[in-house]
């Protein structure tokens, strides 16, 4: 097989899946984020800006931006993420606007390629390096060749979001213990009344509401990766009892682990 050449900057995929229902809480990423809504509504907050994600909306974020998602209508949404890395040098992206809408009659190739890129990368076949790669190139000049159709962001007013942005990446980071009120308001300069409210503010969710959905992320990971049982998966994401665990699991997702776990694997077969 010839060698890509050096130029081509294609990216390497790190992370894909097609995310069903459920609540996201995220932070800070090393890698560029793509993330392609197929139904529901999900606001990405950016410091003081909020983008809306409905159907048809692409956004892309380079790495190292502190951010944070909240779904809108969590019992009908899905979307699909990725996650991948390109040479500091290149300038690929440089041209791409944060967000995207993508016209109706460009949505079901969006859906077809990206599914298929989830597809190759869950089965990890001989060279789906380099076709996620190339299909992900291919969804990316689709964007950019819809890049006018800019979504504009709302200014949103947070006063201490620059402390909730700080305390954010340490809740990431000690998501399996059992972290109070207290230790976080303290960690991020704040009382804790005015804490749980500029958190919420910021974040759309009270800060156990978005330590538990850390934890269900994480949860969901294992259960896709790793040969675990429920009881391990939810002592190893935090969760203090197996009863814990699923009762917040079910609330977040919509369905208990296991059933979850059915679904997912009916999806990537």
């Known amino acids: 097989m010839p060698d890509v050449p050096a130029n081509l900057h294609l990216p390497k995929i790190v992370h894909a899946r097609c995310q069903i229902g459920g609540r996201i809480a995220s932070y800070v990423d090393r890698e560029y984020v ?12 950016i410091e003081a800006r909020s983008y809306r ?8 974020m380079a790495p190292h931006v502190p951010h944070a998602l909240s779904a809108i209508r969590v019992a009908n949404q899905q979307y699909i993420v990725t996650h991948f890395k390109l040479p500091p040098e290149s300038t690929l992206l440089r041209s791409f606007p944060m967000a995207v809408q993508i016209p109706k009659s460009d949505r079901a190739f969006m ?13 990890r076949r001989t060279g789906y390096d380099l076709t996620v790669s190339g299909l992900m190139i291919e969804v990316l000049g689709r964007v950019l060749r819809h890049s006018a159709a800019g979504v504009q962001p709302v200014p ?36 804790p009344a005015y804490f ?23 949860a969901r990971q294992l259960l896709c990766d790793a040969e675990l049982n429920c009881t391990e998966v939810g002592s190893r994401v935090g969760f203090p009892s197996v009863a814990a665990f ?8 919509g369905m208990s682990p296991s059933h979850w776990v059915e679904e997912y694997l009916a999806r990537v077969r």
């Not at 859906?111 to 089965?123: A, G, I, P, Y």
């Open 196 to 218: 749980c409210k500029a958190f919420k503010e910021y974040t759309g969710r009270s800060p156990h509401n978005y330590l538990n959905s850390i934890r269900v992320e994480n």
């Open 34 to 45: 793509f993330m392609y809504c197929e139904r529901g509504e999900v606001d990405f907050r």
């Open 111 to 123: 859906s077809q390629r990206l599914h298929e890129l989830v597809k190759e990368w869950t089965e």
């Open 53 to 60: 994600l409905i159907p048809g909306v692409v956004l892309l």
């Open 156 to 191: 949103v007013v947070s006063k201490a979001w620059r402390n909730i942005e700080g305390v954010i990446p340490w809740i990431h980071q000690r998501s399996r213990e059992p972290l109070s009120i207290d230790e976080m308001s303290a960690k991020a300069g704040l009382s």
């Open 246 to 253: 699923s009762k917040i699991f079910r609330k977040t997702v």
